[in-house]
C-alpha cells in the first residue's frame, strides 16, 4: 500500500554552519565591536547574547540571513521565549530549533485528513504522521491538503513508497 511520512526535520549541518557563521559575523562587525553580542548553539537550543534588546534584534536579523542563505527555513526557530535580562545591562535570548510534528499539530493534520473524504488514512507515529493510501494521486492530493492545513509549519514529505 502506498504511503509517505510528513516530518519536521531541519538540517542540523546547515543550522550549525549558519550559527558558525553569524558568530564570525558579530564577531568582525563594526557595531557588535567592544561588546558582548555573541550566538551560542547548545545540540538544538540556541542563545543570543548582547548588550541590548536591539542588539539582539540585529544579531537574530543576521542569523535568519544565513539561515535563509543555507536554505534552513526560519519557521524552524521557536522564538517563543522573551528575552531575558541577566547581570548588568546585559540581555539573553534562548531559542529552540524545531524537531518533530507536536502532537496538536500531527492531531490537526490527522483529523483534516479524515474530514477530507480523500481515501488515504492518517496515523500519527511518534513526532512523524504517516499517510497511507490505495493511489498515488489521492496520496497527494493528502499532501497539499497537508500544506494548507499546517502552513506555519515548513514539514517536509519523505519515505513515499509504492
Known sequence: MPSFDAMLEPNLVEVRNAVDQTAKEVGTRFDF????????????????WADSDFQIGQVLDVLLAKLSKRG???RFLDRSAPIEKIGGDKVKQPLN?????????????QTAVKQSKLKVQAS????????????????QAAI???RQT?????????????
Open 97 to 109: 530549533v524545531k524537531s518533530g510534528i507536536d502532537t496538536e499539530t500531527a492531531k490537526k493534520i
Open 150 to 162: 499546517a502552513a506555519d509549519a515548513p514539514l517536509s514529505f519523505s519515505n513515499f513508497r509504492d
Open 144 to 146: 497539499a491538503l497537508i
Open 33 to 48: 565591536k567592544g561588546s558582548s553580542a555573541r550566538i551560542e548553539l547548545n545540540d538544538k537550543d540556541l542563545t543570543l
Open 124 to 139: 500519527i507515529q511518534g513526532d512523524t504522521v504517516r499517510i497511507s493510501g490505495a493511489k498515488r494521486d489521492e496520496l
Open 72 to 74: 534552513v527555513d526560519a
